[in-house]
């Protein structure tokens, strides 16, 4: 079956920086796009950055924009977020997300959109 797992998170000071990971398992990873979202006590998943299967389009939310890098590599079933400049408001369980398509260049950014959950990372970032 399709499993999405996430590691690399953790605790870290602000300023500091964390990469998170996430292997698929049980898919043809380059006919999925991916995404990432994170969760915040008390609040809705929300989402934080995507990219297409092929890797060539790219989306972040405004608030990571600058800060945040997604990328993947479809050799090694991985998608990554590369997360500098961290902010305690950056405090989330983080999660992976994919959804099959047959359109190499599109993103997705609503939580509907997704397929395919992995079971999320904490990020904690202390002031």
């Known amino acids: 079956q399709v499993q999405l797992v996430e590691s690399g998170g953790g605790l870290v000071q602000a300023g500091g920086s964390l990469r998170l990971s996430c292997a698929a398992s049980g898919l043809t990873f380059s006919t999925v796009a991916m995404g990432w979202f994170r969760q915040a006590p008390g609040k809705e998943r929300e989402f934080v950055a995507s990219?297409?299967?092929?890797?060539?389009?790219?989306d972040y939310s405004d608030f990571v924009k600058g800060r945040f890098t997604i990328s993947r590599d479809n050799a090694k079933n991985t998608v990554y977020l590369q997360m500098n400049s961290l902010k305690p408001e950056d405090t989330a369980v983080y999660y992976c997300?994919?959804?099959?398509?047959?359109?190499?260049?599109?993103?997705?950014?609503?939580?509907?959109?997704?397929?395919?959950w992995g079971q999320g990372t904490q990020v904690t970032v202390s002031s």
């Open positions: 990219i297409s299967r092929t890797g060539s389009n790219i």
């Open positions: 997300a994919g959804r099959p398509t047959l359109l190499g260049l599109t993103t997705y950014y609503k939580r509907n959109d997704y397929n395919y």
